[in-house]
């Protein structure tokens, strides 16, 4: 056990509520934000799910990105922040100032409240979303740290804010982060056993899939468990080697989706019965991307090649991956565990 205090951001988020379990069975103690202290019973639920009851060694505190209110309570006495809350898909954003705003000023406020809290490092949860957004041309390599996505190219509003956000967060550390650290994780597509009913949003391809959608749009991703994302998020928090990097957690080469529903009729029996492995045409998607918001944001990478490298990550930190199939599987097996699906 170790007396160390880790504040976690955004504790109801499903990469935090894992680096929350992470943190707990190495020994720390822990204190996480919620917007709403109503869903500290709902975080409670889900760890347990998880395996754990943390007892006194996890307390909460009122913080929201948007207002400076919560957050040197929230910091106080911390060793380290693993910061992951950010605005994420939920259809509430109207205006891309609503993906941008909370994301660069949280960060901004998570950082002046850690420098002045004293902290020693910062672990920001970023994305693959601000290495390889708006980036569709052709590849001879696959994405790694050195990437950054093209804000002038055709990037979703959820990909900018995760690039500006970033951005402004190395910013800040250089201009007046005084002696605190930064270290960021940018995952990839993240799966892995939900916890609870309120998943994240890379899970909704795996249910959406099993729950009988009309094909698959000829896409392809990286994938990464989310119980090997906390392990890296604690890897960078501790690790000298970590100090001022950017890490990539990703697992194996980009899969199509097509591979992905193959791969969940293949391994989860009947559950998988109304998954369809029929690829939908380029012009079938971008048609009803006409009409449809959530297709239209897809739009920009039917055939791009989304390869990535977590090279970084395992050389410079020893992070060892579970391998992709075993991620896909333990999503689908979860979501049937929990009733989400049949």
Same mark, same amino acid.
């Given at each position: ?83 992951? !809350?950010?605005?994420?898909? %939920? ?7 609503? $993906?941008?705003?909370? &994301?660069? /000023? =949280? *960060? ?47 990037? !979703?509003?959820?990909?900018? %804010? ?7 967060? $190395?910013?800040?550390? &250089?201009? /007046? =982060? *005084? ?107 971008r048609l009803v991307g006409l009409f449809n918001p959530a297709m239209r944001g897809i739009v920009w990478q039917l055939g791009a090649d989304m390869n990535a490298s977590g090279e970084k990550a395992t050389h410079l930190l020893g992070w060892k991956p579970r391998s992709r199939e075993e991620a896909i599987v333990a999503t689908a097996e979860s979501l049937i565990r929990l009733g989400i699906v049949g």
């Amino acid at each position: 056990m170790t007396e160390e205090l880790v504040l976690v951001t955004g504790g109801s988020g499903f990469i935090a509520q894992y680096c929350i379990l992470a943190l707990l069975g190495a020994g720390y103690r822990v204190r996480t934000t919620l917007r709403s202290m109503s869903r500290s019973q709902e975080v409670l639920d889900n760890l347990k799910t998880g395996g754990v009851e943390p007892g006194d060694r996890l307390s909460f505190v009122q913080a929201d990105l948007k207002s400076d209110a919560g957050w040197p309570e929230a910091v106080r006495g911390c060793r380290y922040v693993i910061h992951g !809350a950010s605005p994420t898909p %939920s259809g509430d954003q109207v205006r891309e100032e609503d $993906w941008v705003r909370p &994301a660069v /000023e =949280g *960060n901004l406020r998570v950082l002046r409240a850690a420098r002045d809290a004293g902290v020693k490092r910062v672990v920001l949860t970023s994305a693959f979303g601000a290495i390889a957004g708006g980036r569709s041309e052709p590849r001879n390599r696959p994405f790694d740290e050195t990437d950054w996505s093209d804000l002038d190219g055709n990037i !979703a509003p959820y990909q900018k %804010s995760k690039t500006l956000a970033e951005r402004a967060a $190395w910013d800040f550390i &250089a201009r /007046e =982060g *005084n002696s605190l650290e930064l270290a960021t994780v940018n995952p990839t597509t993240v799966l892995g056993p939900a916890l609870g009913p309120d998943y994240s949003h890379s899970i909704r391809l795996i249910k959406n899939m099993l729950g009988g959608q009309p094909g698959c749009p000829k896409i392809n991703t990286c994938v990464v468990d989310v119980r090997d994302v906390a392990d890296l998020h604690l890897r960078a928090m501790v690790d000298p080697a970590a100090k001022g990097e950017r890490l990539l957690a990703t697992t194996g080469n980009s899969l199509w989706l097509v591979d992905i529903a193959k791969l969940l009729k293949e391994r989860t029996g009947l559950t998988a019965s109304k998954v369809n492995t029929r690829v939908l045409p380029n012009w079938f998607v971008r048609l009803v991307g006409l009409f449809n918001p959530a297709m239209r944001g897809i739009v920009w990478q039917l055939g791009a090649d989304m390869n990535a490298s977590g090279e970084k990550a395992t050389h410079l930190l020893g992070w060892k991956p579970r391998s992709r199939e075993e991620a896909i599987v333990a999503t689908a097996e979860s979501l049937i565990r929990l009733g989400i699906v049949g």
